[in-house]
């Protein structure tokens, strides 16, 4: 069993839908919970990141952490064409080694005007 | 600040060649990292560096694949022999620990073709 299991998708929406994207874990050592949004042919760029359980928005964007579960999501409210991109979940341990970042494969979004 | 900074953007080598990928992290950042992201495997850390000095290179596939930071403004992957499946682009990322603590910043990558 993968460390971090995301949906590859691909997921399209039309412009302005509320957009739902999920990774589980299996490692209950992680702590730390991120996701990078990478455009086609560009390097990831940080989004978001949560230490531990709970809830963090900025802006049309809510990323949640339930660690009962093992399970993160990010919401992306009022979607836009320029929302379309490749969304990795991302986490590290807590620690020494908490720079070390295992990645989930990326859901692959498409918003439609 | 030009971000980080790779070369060659896209490299396409025959099957035995040695390949050199370079990077230039962010200034004043401390932490430089080497991915390799395919379709199959996605977005895998091969290895860290911390002021200079391998941290982690347990994510290094075998031993045809090397990595040095001999200064703080550059680093370089080597695959010597290349192989058809090291076909992947290849990302640098740096980062600082006085930013937030998981902020990697990442270059453009590099698109390796072996054939």
């Known amino acids: 069993q993968k460390e971090v299991e995301q949906d590859p998708g691909p997921l399209s929406v039309p412009e302005g839908a509320i957009v739902s994207l999920n990774c589980t874990y299996s490692n209950s050592a992680f702590q730390y919970f991120m996701w990078y949004r990478q455009y086609s042919r560009k390097g990831p760029e940080l989004l978001m990141y949560?230490?531990?359980?709970g809830n963090k928005e900025d802006g049309r964007f809510t990323a949640q952490v339930d660690k009962s579960s093992k399970y993160i999501s990010l919401f992306i409210r009022d979607s836009q064409p320029s929302d379309s991109a490749t969304y990795l979940c991302?986490?590290?341990?807590?620690?020494?080694?908490?720079?070390?970042?295992?990645f989930g494969k990326g859901t692959l979004l498409t918003v439609n005007p | 600040d030009a971000g980080v900074i790779q070369s060659p953007r896209h490299e396409v080598t025959e099957m035995g060649q040695e390949v050199t990928l370079r990077c230039k992290p962010i200034s004043g950042h401390d932490y430089l990292f080497w991915y390799r992201q395919t379709m199959m495997r996605g977005l895998e850390l091969l290895i860290y560096?911390?002021?200079?000095?391998?941290?982690?290179d347990s994510g290094m596939p075998e031993d045809r694949f090397s990595a040095k930071m001999p200064n703080a403004s550059f680093s370089t992957l080597k695959i010597q022999p290349s192989e058809p499946r090291d076909s992947a682009v290849y990302f640098c990322a740096s980062s600082s620990p006085s930013g937030s603590l998981h902020t990697q910043y990442f270059g453009p990558g590099t698109r390796l073709t072996v054939l």
């Open positions: 560096f911390n002021n200079n000095v391998p941290i982690d």
């Open positions: 949560t230490y531990s359980s």
């Open positions: 991302a986490m590290s341990r807590s620690g020494g080694s908490n720079y070390k970042l295992t």
